[in-house]
């Protein structure tokens, strides 16, 4: 009788992961070929467009992980991050940051890539704390890599709208009136206000432009 082979799911590869950690032991050979197999997976889903399949085995998995380890991790979600940006169209203007050209939004704010909205969805899960942390970094990293320079293009040239239009009062009215929004804002405001529940939303509102000035400021994040 011919056996029939079951086809692998998700949840049964990132089990036998798990398992072969577990084997392995502290064999960094053994460590590292699990982590180049978690990328090239998570690579293969994200260019199918199906991260969100991997998504929440990877989510449980992260918590097996070293620091280093999950330092690849994020490596490898960042260059997703950076390939997402490069693909979506529709916006105002397009700029090159490192030899690469990004769509950027003037007037409206810019669509989230897929792996944003998964991490996203991370930050606000307490039921995996090192995800969420992991969440978090990779937010740190997208900055890093390119949102704060896109932050400082735009900038610049919505001032140079402005100067060209003759219009300060407009500009003034922009900045001052705009309320700064990041992706990270109800994450800090819940996390600085974490016994103090009603403080939210006003912690949530003010933040934004706390960061903003200690961006302006620093050059390091």
Known sequence: MVKVIEPLTIEMMFANFSKILKAGGQHLSIRKAVIAAICKQIRN??????????????????????????????????????????????????????????????NSKRPYTEI???????????????????AMQAQVNFVIALDK??????????????????????????????????ILDNFIAAFATLFAESHRP?????????FEQNKSRRDVI
């Open 45 to 106: 889903f994200s260019e199918k467009k199906d991260f969100q399949k991997i998504a929440p085995s990877l989510q449980a998995f992260l918590a097996e992980l070293t620091r280093n380890e999950l330092e690849q991790i994020l490596k490898n979600i960042t260059e997703i991050y950076l390939e997402e940006r490069k693909i979506i169209k529709g916006g105002d203007r397009e700029i090159k940051v490192n030899g690469n050209s990004y769509q950027i939004w003037l």
């Open 149 to 182: 320079q896109e932050d400082t293009i735009i900038e610049q040239i919505r001032k140079e709208q402005i100067t060209d239009e003759g219009n300060n009062e407009e500009f003034n009215n922009l900045e001052t009136v705009k309320r700064r929004s990041f």
């Open 116 to 134: 944003e909205k998964i991490l996203m969805q991370w930050l606000g899960d307490e039921e995996y704390p090192i995800a969420q942390q992991f």
């Open 202 to 210: 006003i912690v949530r509102n003010v933040l934004p432009e706390a």
